[in-house]
């Protein structure tokens, strides 16, 4: 990735995120949701790297080159899923949300607890309304609290409850393992964001929309020395209020034998990265990540 990730400066100020999650929350999401339009355009026309990303990115799953309405319409998503976020997480709004499973996938994290991993497409927090609560299954996630700062504290806001839950992944090593393991021994799924490495972190390179890109490698081998089954969600925005969940087992237990380590690591990292590509060619403008993804 030739831009870095966590170099990027969130965009906007703390008084004017605080100022749209007031609004959202006093007018409702039916009055607030037209302010997007502007909103997105202007990010548009503002953010030439945005722009460049959004193009370089469409180019690989569009059917016809991308158009400046096209980067228009993946900002607008984005910006769409970013405030629905806030509705999600208080609970304010009765999203229509259609929950696919696979076979198992409830009753083994009910059993023995589970790592679930997701990605910046769509939105995870339909996961959280949807088989979090109707299957009663209790959830922590996984975060760098020292990335994205804004977004802790505008967490902290709207729903303490989850803020406190947070794993705080900012120094890995041991003392991470233990907190993980603590939590799924409480029969909790551990929830992480597995498709961008951290500046430092062991990667693996797969193919991916055409090309080839690095992912992280410590979600599949912190999975391989916990021995907890691996489910994977994507939640995709369909347009307006509705969404899908969808979820299933990516591994009942990993393993990555000594003698075949990295190609079973690869194959592991692989076998996600395909399974990411169907749900983004047929959602594409639920794509999240607005920097170089690709290394070629």
Avoid at 153 to 167: D, G, Q
Wanted: aromatic share 10%.
């Amino acid at each position: 990735m030739s831009v870095r990730w966590q170099e990027h400066d969130e965009r906007g100020t703390t008084f004017a995120l605080r100022a749209l999650r007031f609004a959202a929350l006093r007018l409702g999401r039916r009055v607030i949701r037209p302010v997007l339009y502007p909103l997105a355009l202007y990010f548009a026309l503002t953010s030439a790297t945005t722009r460049r990303v959004s193009r370089e990115y469409l180019a690989r799953v569009l059917p016809h080159p991308p158009r400046f309405r096209d980067v228009l319409r993946h900002v607008f998503s984005f910006s769409s899923i970013s405030l629905d976020r806030i509705f999600l997480l208080t609970g304010n709004y009765p999203f229509r949300i259609a929950e696919h499973y696979g076979p198992r996938t409830t009753e083994v994290a009910r059993q023995s607890g589970a790592l679930l991993f997701v990605s910046h497409f769509g939105s995870f927090e339909v996961m959280r309304v949807g088989a979090m609560k109707k299957h009663s299954l209790p959830l922590r996630i996984v975060l760098d609290v020292n990335i994205g700062r804004r977004f802790m504290a505008a967490l902290a806001e709207l729903n303490p409850e989850i803020a406190a839950s947070i794993i705080d992944s900012s120094k890995p090593g041991v003392d991470l393992v233990l907190r993980v393991r603590e939590a799924l021994d409480a029969r909790c799924i551990v929830g992480m964001m597995v498709d961008r490495p951290r500046i430092g972190d062991r990667t693996v390179e797969v193919d991916f929309l055409g090309g080839r890109a690095r992912f992280p490698a410590s979600p599949w081998l912190l999975a391989a020395a916990l021995k907890v089954p691996v489910i994977v969600v994507f939640g995709v925005w369909c347009g307006g209020d509705r969404y899908e969940s969808h979820c299933e087992i990516l591994s009942p237990k990993i393993e990555l034998p000594r003698a075949t380590r990295d190609a079973e690591l690869t194959r592991l990292v692989q076998d996600y990265a395909d399974r990411l590509a169907a749900q983004v060619r047929r959602a594409p403008y639920n794509w999240g990540n607005f920097f170089d993804f690709w290394t070629t």
